[in-house]
């Protein structure tokens, strides 16, 4: 319980304490800009963890509420089997919508890996029936049993084949952001750590001075610790909105599309960089704390 | 209230000095001589808890310096007042402020205004107050560090060579502060070379000289 006090006594600093190391220093422009650095970086991450999160949702959502069947069979059975599977599909509960896609539909699909003037009806294309759910979705396995008696060229694909990887790669992709702001964070706590350590040898004198007219470590360290937790904040609080501005500048998705265009925050997810410049403080509070309590005791 | 009792000291294999006593009681005035490099500064470092003896017994104040937690130690600092002979401070604060640094330390910062008047007119450093210690002559660098040792009104005073590099007329009127600090109960101990100084302090008060060489401490001669 003593500890409480003792930190309380750290954060809500001292005029006489703050006043006994000079301000200036190289130290001060390092822990700037290591902590400006690191929160610039920190909002990348956090966007791309964001958007990442996005995608996959949005990718998962799609995909899962709709279905592909195919149909591959004779040209002269196409047509009776592309109409009876969509009678089956029409009985089938939890199915909003079946609809066979047009030649138009499929050259459409295709143009993309053909070109645009694409021979359809010379290639050996499958008909395909674009599947919406609805509710709780249907039974695929009993659908499948349902086709295979009555539509034999049939193949329902009900994407899970896509989904899967996906969910799989978006959380992957998140513990690499998470493990990524760890290690952000980890390397501002180094940059302190070394900063301090530069700053106390740089001060040997000013704090034999203060030991000898009696001052305790915690009054000591506390001129250290406040002045480098405001600097980190600072810094942070700089970086973090060169962060966000950078954010803008980037090309809106629905303009360019894809996927790192999409790089950026939505709604409430906006207000994540702003925990970046208090993280930051507290990180440097602790680090400052930890190395320069025990670099007094080392030295005594 | 300060007590060293056989207490040997030894530096990188060497020892300075060993079965070595002193007793610093209140109201008490010592003087301690002696050769360059017999350990004078050793063992005022000893007397304020600075470095620690290779054996014997330290107290301060009552309490073992080895039983000195690091906020004890640095609390009874607080009753000392130490004059080193490089004279440190913080230079980038004003004079002013360091000799007033001790209650600023101490969470005293409000006594210090009244205080501080007096004394830098005691030791004649009024129009220096504004200034950093780096712009000061050595001889008023001396002066400051005397004024910042008895701010708090410490219970002992320990000066290393206080006297060094100021006039005689300054020395005479730091004594007079030193013998005033000592009438009203304080304990002070100047390790100093200057034997005009000891005389002139003996004609106003009842100091002991101690002489410290050959490793040992030891009553100075008739002659002091």
């Given at each position: 319980m003593a500890r409480l006090p003792r930190a309380l006594t750290l954060i809500a600093g001292?005029?006489?304490?703050?006043?006994?190391?000079?301000?200036?220093?190289?130290?001060?422009?390092?822990?700037?800009?290591?902590?400006?650095?690191?929160?610039?970086?920190?909002?990348?991450v956090l966007a791309f963890s964001a958007a990442t999160g996005r995608l996959a949702d949005r990718w998962s959502e799609e995909l899962a509420r709709t279905s592909t069947l195919r149909i591959s069979a004779p040209a002269e059975e196409m047509a009776a089997q592309t109409a009876a599977a969509i009678r089956v599909l029409e009985q089938t509960p939890g199915i909003a919508a079946a609809h066979a896609l047009t030649d138009e539909e499929e050259e459409a699909l295709l143009a993309p890996w053909f070109g645009s003037d694409l021979p359809l009806a010379a290639l050996p294309v499958p008909q395909l029936i674009e599947i919406v759910e609805e509710g709780e979705g249907y039974d695929a396995a009993?659908?499948?049993?349902?086709?295979?008696?009555?539509?034999?060229?049939?193949?329902l694909d009900d994407h899970a084949r896509w989904r899967e990887p996906l969910v799989a790669a978006a959380s992957r992709l998140r513990l690499l952001a998470f493990v990524s702001a760890i290690l952000i964070g980890a390397a501002l706590v180094a940059m302190v750590t070394l900063a301090v350590q530069s700053s106390l040898a740089a001060n040997a004198q000013i704090i034999r001075v203060l030991r000898l007219v009696g001052a305790r470590d915690v009054y000591i360290a506390r001129a250290f610790v406040r002045r480098f937790t405001l600097r980190a904040l600072i810094g942070a609080a700089g970086g973090t909105a060169a962060g966000v501005a950078a954010l803008f500048i980037l090309p809106r998705s629905d303009v360019a599309g894809g996927f790192l265009t999409g790089l950026g925050f939505a709604g409430q997810s906006w207000l994540l960089p702003l925990a970046i410049p208090v993280v930051a403080a507290i990180a440097a509070f602790w680090a400052t704390r930890a190395a320069a309590l025990s670099r007094l005791r080392a030295e005594s | 209230m300060i007590e060293l009792k056989d207490v040997a000291y030894t530096y990188g294999g060497a020892e300075l000095f060993s079965g070595l006593g002193l007793t610093l009681a209140p109201g008490s005035f010592h003087f301690l001589t002696g050769p360059s490099g017999a350990g004078k500064t050793t063992l005022l470092k000893l007397c304020y808890g600075e470095l620690t003896a290779t054996s014997g017994e330290v107290t301060?104040?009552?309490?073992?310096?080895?039983?000195?937690?690091?906020?004890?130690?640095?609390?009874?600092?607080?009753?000392?007042?130490?004059?080193?002979?490089?004279?440190?401070?913080?230079?980038?604060?004003?004079?002013?402020?360091?000799?007033a640094l001790p209650l600023t330390v101490a969470g005293r910062g409000d006594e210090a205004e009244g205080n501080?008047?007096?004394l830098l007119a005691w030791v004649g450093l009024t129009k220096q107050a504004g200034q950093r210690p780096p712009e000061l002559s050595g001889g008023e660098r001396q002066r400051a560090a005397l004024a910042r040792a008895v701010i708090t009104s410490p219970d002992v005073i320990l000066a290393d060579e206080p006297t060094g590099n100021i006039d005689w007329e300054m020395s005479q009127r730091l004594l007079r502060l030193l013998v005033e600090l000592n009438r009203m109960g304080k304990a002070v101990l100047i390790a100093t070379h200057d034997l005009e100084l000891i005389r002139a302090a003996k004609a106003q008060v009842s100091a002991r000289v101690l002489r410290l060489t050959g490793r040992k401490l030891q009553m100075a001669g008739a002659e002091l």
């Open positions: 001292d005029p006489g304490a703050d006043r006994s190391v000079p301000p200036s220093g190289f130290t001060a422009w390092l822990t700037l800009g290591a902590a400006a650095a690191m929160a610039f970086l920190a909002v990348f009993g659908l499948r049993a349902r086709l295979i008696a009555e539509v034999p060229g049939a193949v | 301060l104040f009552g309490e073992p310096r080895r039983g000195l937690s690091r906020d004890q130690l640095a609390m009874t600092r607080r009753r000392i007042g130490v004059v080193h002979q490089d004279c440190q401070f913080l230079d980038h604060l004003p004079l002013a402020e360091n000799i501080l008047k007096d």
